[in-house]
């Protein structure tokens, strides 16, 4: 018998354009927490791209480790205080050995967002498997460049320390839309 953990992850990025005053309004909702059920809902959305898969990086395992265990009572936790979605324009291959976005690393476009309100949030998986969920908001004028990765990280400057990273193409952000960006690592 073998025991197993591990996660497999699913992002997906919704996309809204409108009106200013529509845009404000969306902003303000998805900043709150707002259910993105009822966001997508709205006039303003546009569609959305999934994205599955994801690496697990070394640096950020061993942070959780530290966490799980107690061994580093300095680790900083992907909390609603600490946790920010991170996304770049190098889509450079995914190495468990990173320890920042490519696009951070080779001084080209990137940009860290924070939690919108109420996330990281406990959920469980379509397939019944415990998972946590990681919400930003890309408002507008925020990262208005293409995306091809991402990250989870516990930071947004020095020292931060990133949980995971994908380099996959989702787009090209125009400079007047938003974009939410949601990701759950689902276990099990």
């Known amino acids: 018998m073998n025991d197993h953990i591990g996660w497999r992850t699913i992002s997906k990025v919704h996309f809204f354009s409108g009106s200013p005053e529509d ?7 998805a900043r709150a927490g707002a259910p993105t059920a009822s966001l997508v809902a709205g006039p303003c959305y546009q569609g959305s791209k999934e994205v599955e898969g994801n690496m697990a990086l070394d640096a950020g ?6 966490i799980l265990a107690g061994l580093n009572p300095a680790a ?5 205080a600490n946790a920010y979605i991170g996304v770049g324009d190098d889509g450079g291959a ?9 696009a951070e690393r080779n001084g080209t476009n990137f940009q860290y967002v924070g939690m919108d309100g109420s996330f990281p949030v406990r959920t469980v998986s379509l397939d019944g498997h415990p998972s946590v969920k990681y919400r930003a908001t890309f408002l507008s004028g925020v990262a208005c460049f293409g995306w091809v990765e991402w990250c989870v990280a516990n930071g947004n400057g020095a020292g931060k320390v990133l949980l995971n990273r994908k380099a996959e193409p989702i787009g090209t952000k125009p400079a007047f839309d938003i974009w939410i960006f949601e990701t759950e690592l689902v276990f099990g």
């Open 76 to 80: 900083v936790p992907w909390n609603a």
């Open 61 to 66: 395992l061993n942070a959780l480790i530290d």
């Open 23 to 29: 845009m404000e309004g969306l902003a303000a909702k």
């Open 94 to 102: 995914a190495l468990a050995s990173q320890t920042q976005l490519e």
